[in-house]
C-alpha cells in the first residue's frame, strides 16, 4: 500500500506518483525528523544555554528515538501476513516500553550534573516531532491523502 498526495481532487496536469510516500518512508522520516530535529535544538541549546542542558536534552532525544528505532526495525521486518506482522508489533511495543524505562533509569542514575526539565523536554519535542511527520504525511494543508493498493 503507498499513500499519493493529490492536489485537491484530482487537479489535472498533476502527476500523483511524484507525491509517493510509502509506509516505510513515513517510518524513516518519522524516525529521522526527530533525530534531526533534537540535533539541530541540541545545538543551539548548547550556544545558549550550556553544555549540561544541551547533553541533557540529547538525552532525552535518545530516549524517545532509540525505541522508536526499534519498533521501525521489527515493524518494517517483518513478514508480509497477519499474524507475523500482529507479533512484531506486539513485540515492538513491549521493546519499546523497556528500553524506554531502561534508558531513563540509566539516565536519571548514572549521569550528573543533568537538567531534568531538558531531558523531558527533548523527549516530549522528539514524540511531537515523530507524530507531526506521520500527520503530515498523510495530510498536507488543503492536500488529501489517497491510498492505493
Partial sequence: MAIFLT???????????????TPEWQVRLAVLGQAGLGLGLGAVLAIFQGRVVAVSWLLGILVAVAPNAFLAARLLGARADAKALLRAAWVGEIGKFAITVVLFAVIFASVRPLSALAVFGGFITAQMTAIGVLAYSGWVGNEQAVTKN
Avoid at 492536489?7 to 510516500?21: D, P, R, T, Y
Fill in 7 to 21: 492536489a485537491g481532487n484530482g487537479v489535472q496536469g498533476i502527476n500523483e506518483s511524484l507525491f509517493l510516500l
